[in-house]
Nanobody, 118 residues
Framework: VQLQASGGGLVQAGGSLRLSCAASGIIVRLNTIDWYRQAPGKQRELVAR???????YYTDSVKGRFTVSRDNAKNTVDLQVNSLKPEDTAVYYC?????????????WGQGTLVTVSS
């Protein structure tokens, strides 16, 4: 399983980006895919999640601004981030967990940096 995140960059407050997580070794529509972020000096936090059935979850601080979606043809999970704030500055990672027998395996993308200037 490999995940590759892309799409980060430097934007002004109020701007938008579209992050993309390209997956290989799994079919994204059959798996739960998460977007996490880690700001400098802070713990990694779950930002958004899309379940195999299509249900989505967002942490409170991004509700109404971020949207997670799948592109089944491309086997990607995208995160549209709008109305960006300086506190959204972080490295954004995509993640999935697989269970082999009883053992869970966590797979992480390499991260993509989002920097929001005020």
């Amino acid at each position: 399983v490999q995940l590759q995140a892309s799409g980060g960059g430097l934007v002004q407050a109020g701007g938008s980006l579209r992050l993309s997580c390209a997956a290989s070794g799994i079919i994204v529509r059959l798996n739960t895919i998460d977007w996490y972020r880690q700001a400098p000096g802070k713990q990694r936090e779950l930002v958004a999640r899309i379940l195999s059935g299509g249900t989505t979850y967002y942490t409170d601080s991004v509700k109404g601004r971020f949207t997670v979606s799948r592109d089944n043809a491309k086997n990607t999970v995208d995160l549209q981030v709008n109305s960006l704030k300086p506190e959204d500055t972080a490295v954004y990672y995509c993640h999935t967990r697989r269970v082999d027998g009883l053992r869970p395996y966590d797979y992480w993308g390499q991260g993509t940096l989002v920097t929001v200037s005020s």
